[in-house]
């Protein structure tokens, strides 16, 4: 038996972040969504990849097989649901009490129309909106830190650090940590291989800093907040979610935000979480063309891979950025981004893709990534698919 993870038509709701990966491949807690699934599911059922938009496929392939466990790569597992899913039987589906389908086992994508129904009761984090990334990482985080230490014994931090709730601190090796405080009463800090957590920072969890990721001197973290792998943070964050390989590096405030892969936030700039009425936030939605509200009070910046703004760049409350945008200037630019967007708030222009690639080429050649023809492909699809956008 096998399993794989699949992208359902909520996919759409999850854009710009969706429009460059499978949504398992969204980071939330310590994990991606796919690692969670690999770390929980026995090892006896073979993950076999994704089911997404043809676009994506080449990069992030599948292979079905006679008996296939399909799972929605937006549903977050934890140990009683993964219990459900593996005791399904073929041609059986498994859906929550609103409907959403979460497993189902069969050999096609296509069989799940004639699939028993069973309903699960078990609580679980189900990534339907954007603004789910930020919103339960504290929860996932949490889940997570007791996924990856279980059963193992953290590094011990050197006596310049001051370290509150040491029992919910956990350092993997290879990690420093000089002249920092640490509050991990509020919820687990996990440092990871070759990170660094830099002098004078301050930290209060649910906290992580993924491998090869740092904390810049001084950097002020609130929790509950994610740096993927290979990245960079300094200024003060709130309740913030990186994928990876993306750079906040220096002072200014990102709060109730999400950045994908390979984005950069320059110096001093600052993003409003808070709208000045208190008001509720509403934000872009690809599904329906317009703002729509998110039920929030706090809700800051949604940017996709490969997007970057200047020193000083200035984003209002609840503002989406789409894939490979670059946002310069003075004033506040507008709330909705297009993807493929080169300007601010005194007027965009297009980002040609030659120009963009040039830029992706160098980013990530720095950290070691090869920008291939696979990347080039999904980049000038997402270029097309956001063309009215920019009209």
Known sequence: ?????????????????????????????????????????????????????????????FESGEDTIWINGSVCPNSQLVQEIVQLKKMQCLSDEAGNVIAFRAQEHHEISSCENLISHIAYTHIKNLWNIFSCNGIELTLDFELVTKGRVSQKANATNQILGEENLFIEEGAELNCAIINATSGPVYIAKDAEVMEGSIIRGPFALCESSQTKLGAKIYGPTTV?????????????????????GH????GNAVLGDWC?????????????????VRLW???????????????????????????NTMFNTGTVVGVSANIFGSGFPRNFIPSFS?????????????????VAQKVMQRRGVVFDDREQSILTKVFELSEDYRR
């Open 1 to 61: 038996m096998n399993y794989l993870l699949f992208d359902d038509e909520n996919r759409v709701n999850l854009l710009p972040l969706a429009y460059t990966k499978p949504v398992a491949e969204f980071r939330v807690g310590i994990l991606t969504i796919a690692e969670k699934w690999r770390k929980r599911m026995p090892d006896e059922i073979l993950f076999s990849g994704y089911k997404t938009v043809d676009y994506l496929q080449d990069k992030y392939s």
């Open 228 to 248: 993927g792998p290979h990245s960079k943070v300094g200024g003060e964050l709130n309740n913030v979610v990186i994928f990876g390989y993306s750079n906040k």
């Open 251 to 254: 002072d200014g405030f990102l």
């Open 264 to 280: 950069n936030i320059g110096a001093d700039s600052n993003t409003s979480n808070l709208k000045n009425n208190y008001a509720e």
């Open 285 to 311: 939605n690809y599904a329906t063309g317009r703002f729509s509200p998110t039920g929030l009070q706090f809700c800051g910046l949604i940017m996709g891979d490969h997007s970057k703004c200047g020193i």
């Open 342 to 358: 080169w300007g601010g708030a005194q007027g965009q222009s297009t980002y040609q893709t030659k120009k963009a690639f040039e």
